[in-house]
């Protein structure tokens, strides 16, 4: 995961430092909405002890300028639990409110740079840790659209959870639907 996050990392910046300026065909416009099916790979922080997954989520998002959008993202966990022999199944879900900036195009790709708030929602609680925790969320990403109304995106997003320093990874791969 660490080495998909540094290559992602590098080709946003790359198409970000040659991009040329250029707007391309199928740029969606602007007041409208996209909903977006993705799978995510959670790679929990190693004090929660739980086991990394792939969770299924969804995603809404309004397109405010040409360059700005808000999403809300809402996924679905179920995990192990495995601390000192305890193994419990966990479940609960986690949720983001992101700011999106699209940064310059090069060629097909569309990198943007991600940043809001989140929750972590786990059931049963873990130690003394509150079951439902908030985050601040940061992140990169590269998207492709196909035609006017999908594409997809892939993106990595790192949730930090202040109370108690827990540093989650999330990436996320998914297809958008513009209406």
């Not at 790979?41 to 809404?60: F, Q, T, V």
């Not at 940064?103 to 940043?115: H, Q, R």
């Not at 059931?123 to 590269?142: I, T």
Request: charged share 15%; hydrophobic share 40%.
């Amino acid at each position: 995961m660490k080495k998909f996050c540094l290559l992602l990392l590098a080709m946003v910046i790359s198409g970000s430092v040659f991009a040329k300026g250029e707007t391309p065909n199928t740029q969606p416009k602007v007041a409208t909405w996209q909903f977006s099916p993705s799978v995510a790979d959670m790679n929990y922080a190693g004090k929660r002890h739980l086991d990394n997954e792939w969770i299924p989520a969804i995603s809404a998002s309004y397109r405010l300028s040409n360059d700005w959008r808000a999403q809300l993202l809402w996924g679905h966990l179920s995990s192990q639990y495995s601390a000192w022999g305890n193994n419990r199944n966990i479940s609960g879900w986690v949720a983001m409110l992101d700011g999106i900036y699209s940064l310059p195009s090069f060629k097909w790709m569309n990198p943007y740079a991600l940043g809001g708030l989140g929750m972590l929602n786990i059931r049963p609680r873990m130690n003394s840790d509150p079951s439902v925790e908030m985050s601040v969320n940061v992140g990169v990403g590269l998207e492709h659209q196909f035609s006017q109304y999908i594409g997809a995106y892939v993106d990595v997003r790192d949730l930090y959870t202040p109370s108690g320093g827990k540093n989650d990874l999330m990436g996320v791969l998914g297809v958008d639907i513009l209406l």
